[in-house]
């Protein structure tokens, strides 16, 4: 993780870019990046978008990615630990043996 982050944060910074990305607009980012995600499937079956957009698909996550890292790094998140927190949470939630 350290090294996609570092890598994002020195994009970031190179470009000046940091006083524009506040909590609210990176959130705001990856809701219109996660939109655009979707908008690959519209109206498509599975198959067919992914047939048809495979590449856009990959560069629509990854920006959902990359707006979701720099919220965590803003805010101080270390989203490693909170997605292992949230798998332990949600282990508790939806045991094995209640398929």
Do not use: C
Request: net charge negative.
């Amino acid at each position: 993780m350290k090294n996609i982050i570092d890598k994002i944060t020195s994009f970031r910074d190179e470009r000046g870019w940091k006083p524009y990305h506040n909590e609210k607009d990176l959130a705001l980012s990856i809701s219109l990046e996660a939109n655009e995600l979707l908008e690959n499937f519209q109206w498509k079956s599975s198959e067919e978008a992914i047939a048809e957009s495979r590449q856009n698909i990959k560069e629509e996550m990854a920006d959902v990615l990359i707006y979701l890292i720099q919220l965590a790094d803003q805010m101080g998140v270390d989203l490693e630990e909170e997605v292992f927190k949230k798998m332990e949470k949600n282990a508790i939630k939806y045991p094995v043996d209640k398929k």
